[in-house]
C-alpha cells in the first residue's frame, strides 16, 4: 500500500514538473511550485521524514511562494519567448548526468533496510556507551553536545551569523531615525 | 476503511491536479492549490492511521496554518500587486 502511494505521489510530482517546464505565465508556474512543495511534503510523510516534510512544505509552499510573488510584483508575470528550440547537446548531457545519479544511487542501502550501516557502524555505541560516556542521559543531547560538538558548534555560529544580518537589514531604518 | 479514504484523498488529488493543470482561469489553479493543501491535511491524518502510527497527528495543524499564508499573499497580490511597502512615515527618516 505505501510503495503505490509513493508511486501515485512521485508520478503526480512528474506531471507538475513537466508543467512547469512547459507554461509561460509565471504566476500559474509559481502556483504549481507550491503544489510541487506539498506533494512532495506528502511523500515525504509517507517515507516516515515528518520533520524534513514539515520544512518542506514550510519552505516551498509557504515562504518560497511568498518571496516569489514578491518577485513577481515588481516584475513582469510573463516568461520572455527566448529561444525554445530543441538543443541535442543539451539533452544529451541532462541524460548522462540522470544517469550517472541513478547509477550513484544503485550503491545505497534499500529503504529502511535495517542491515544497513548507518543503524550498525556507530550507533550501538551511542546506544549503550553514551551514558557513561558522556554522562548525560538523554543520548540525543550527548551526541548533539559531545560526540559532534564541534559541528553544533559551527551550526550555531551560522544561525547567528545570520541572525546577526537580519537584525542589521530590518533594523537599520530606526538606527537612522535615532542618530539624525 | 482506512485504505478506502487514501484512495479517495489520492483520487481528490489527481483531480485537484488536473484542475491546477487545465485552468483555465488563474483563479481555478489557486483553488486548487488551496485543495491541495487540505488535502494534504488529511493525507498526513489517514496515512497515520493507515500505518497505525497516528503520532503524527498534530503536524496537520501547521500545514493548515502555512496553507492560509499561501493563499493570503497570493489574494494580496492581486489586490495591491506587491507584497506591502514602507509607508510614507517609515520612509521619512
Redesign the interface.
Known sequence: METLINIILLTFLAIIAIAITRIRHLLVTVVLTGMFSLLSASLLVSMDAVDVAFTEAAVGAGISTLLFLSVLALTSTEELAGNRKFSSIAFILVSITGAILIYGTLDIPKFGDPSAPVHHHIAERFIYESPDEIGVPNMVTSVLASYRGYDTLGETTVILTAGIGVLLLLGRGKQDKETD | MF?AA?IAI?LA??MS?CR??L?PT?YD??L??NV??TI?VL??AV?GF??GRPE?LD?GL??AL??F??TI??LK?FEY???GR?TEE?LD?
Do not use: S
Open positions: 485504505a487514501m489520492l488529488m489527481f491536479l491546477a493543470l485552468g488563474l489553479r489557486l486548487a492549490v491541495l493543501g494534504t493525507f498526513i496515512f493507515l500505518t503524527f503536524i501547521a500545514y502555512i496553507n499564508i499561501a499573499a497570493v497580490f500587486r506587491d507584497m514602507a517609515e527618516i
